[in-house]
């Protein structure tokens, strides 16, 4: 017979699908074996955010940011706010973690079930590919030529922004090149010697219990005759690479989907590889399939999984 194990209550009644009164942990636990005892949905709230694109070369934009899309805190392109996903446990689910794009190459993909972020767009490389590449973000041009405005990059809806144009036309002023969007707002057009090719601002979300920026546009590269970094764009928060002259770019940081830096001389730099953040009720243990690289928090009342290489199948019990 049940009893309320000393406690003070109404008397316990549980039934599949419903459960009342006042439980101890042990009567619980029996209950669950017997399989009477209902689990709590599995909700999974995610950050999903894609490789970023590759810094143009030789007077080259800035990368895009991969395109990101989230649960919570925001989400990438001033888009609303998506809803958790309701799964099965015991089900498998796809993840894949976007690579960065080389020099003046787009990022790849990253996948979380039937959530896909889209790669960022490649910067501009003069007299080449002289627009910015469409993509998550959108990549930065490369400097004007003669009379010639090129165009940034189209980011994608609700992920991120678009690429910058490139800067005056007839002129091969210093920062005549155009930043890389970002989640958060589109790359700067270098405009002669006033403005530098900054590249947007990435998004911060606060998933893992703390805020992070994601998703940062690359810096493009300066556009003129002096061939230093004086007049490169800084990349935009959340892992951007900064814009060089004949040296001095730098890559997206790793895991962060941001832009690579544009080159004024050589090959731009690397796209940042994407991530994907899940969280859900500690109830549940999540188990990474062969391919995938990851590590799992706890978070509160919540666990935190986040996936930083790969592609492969995860599952939850």
Partial sequence: MRSNG???GAKKTVAVGSASGIWTIRDAQRENGAGNWQPPPLNVDYLVVAGGGGGGAGRGGGGGAGGLRSTVT??????????????????????????GGGSATAGSNSIFNNI???GGGRGGTHISD??????????GAAMNYGANIW????????????GATSGNAGTDDPRNTGGGGGAGAAGTIGTGTSTKPVGGIGIQSSITGSSVYYAGGGGGSRGGTDRTSAGAGTGGAGGGGTGGGDLGQTSG????????????????????????????????????????????????LNKVTTITAGSGNVSFA
């Fill in 6 to 8: 000393g406690l003070v």
């Fill in 74 to 99: 925001t989400t990438g392109g001033g888009g609303t706010l998506e809803s958790a996903l309701v799964l099965t446990a015991g089900a498998s689910y796809t993840v894949t973690v976007g690579s």
């Fill in 116 to 118: 896909t972020s889209v």
């Fill in 130 to 139: 002289n627009a910015g590449g469409s993509g998550g973000s959108g990549g």
């Fill in 151 to 162: 165009a940034g990059g189209t980011g994608t809806v609700n992920q991120g922004y678009n």
């Fill in 253 to 300: 940081s790793v895991n962060s989907g941001g832009g690579g830096g544009g080159s004024e001389g050589g090959g731009g730099s690397a796209g940042g590889s994407g991530v994907v953040i899940l969280r859900y009720t500690s109830f549940y243990t999540i188990t990474l399939g062969a391919g995938l690289t990851g590590s799992t928090a706890t978070v509160g």
